[in-house]
């Protein structure tokens, strides 16, 4: 079947714009994540959602982060008033009630200029 | 907390030659181990996993690794390297159990020459 797909897959941005990230996951998928990879950083956590129970937040760098997964499916990252330290490429993995692995989609890469 | 630490985050082996890609990992519980790939533009794909049971565990295109709780190793290997192998390893953990978030390796570029 179809994996987890992410759009766009490269977005370019001014400084102070905002931008919004979509993650499909893997139908039937319950537990949705996302992660950001960046040159000095590496991969870290941002956020998980887990069927209708409340998000866990806890990677969010700052309030400027958000994120959304609307019916339990489609989710959305979004980033107001981007600045140049946001440039990553973030992904988007969903997992599966019971199994451990995760499925990552191939990114969306962006870059603020 | 957890956290993982891979050793050498580059790797340069010839074509044939053995495949090792070292992972520490820190956890206060029983952890869960897995080893994922990045080819160049992609996302991470699964190469294998431990969890529970048979220490040895084997992947996809012939890795294999190895928990070893006594030296809180999980080492990546592959007896013969292939061309198709250059890419970036990434050894994760997560806490059994918890279902939450990956805390990954900082990473290890393979590089394999004729």
């Known amino acids: 079947g179809a994996g987890v797909s992410q759009s766009p897959s490269n977005k370019v941005t001014e400084k102070g714009k905002d931008v919004e990230l979509r993650c499909d996951p893997i139908s039937g998928h319950t537990a949705l994540y996302w992660y950001r990879q960046s040159l000095g950083q590496g991969l870290e956590f941002l956020i998980y959602f887990q069927g209708n129970s409340a998000p866990d937040k806890s990677g969010l760098p700052s309030d400027r982060f958000s994120a959304e997964r609307t019916g339990g499916s489609v989710s959305t990252l979004t980033i107001q008033r981007t600045q140049q330290e946001d440039s990553a490429v973030y992904l988007c993995?969903?997992?599966?009630?019971?199994?451990?692995?995760?499925?990552f989609g191939p990114g969306t890469r962006l870059l603020v200029l | 907390a957890q956290s993982v630490t891979q050793l050498g985050s580059h790797v340069s082996v010839s074509e044939g030659a053995l495949v090792l890609l070292r992972c520490n990992y820190s956890?206060?519980?029983?952890?869960?181990l897995f080893w994922y790939v990045q080819y160049p533009n992609q996302g991470l794909q699964l190469l294998l996993k431990y969890t529970t049971g048979a220490t040895l565990v084997k992947g996809i295109n012939g890795f294999e690794a190895e928990f070893k709780k006594s030296e809180t190793s999980f080492h990546l290997t592959k007896p013969s390297a292939h061309m198709s192998d250059a890419a970036e390893y990434f050894c994760?953990?997560?806490?059994?159990?918890?279902?939450?978030?990956?805390?990954f390796g900082a990473g290890t570029r393979l590089a394999v020459h004729p």
């Open positions: 993995a969903s997992r599966y009630t019971g199994e451990e692995t995760q499925y």
């Open positions: 994760a953990v997560h806490n059994s159990g918890g279902y939450n978030k990956l805390i």
């Open positions: 956890s206060s519980v029983p952890p869960y």
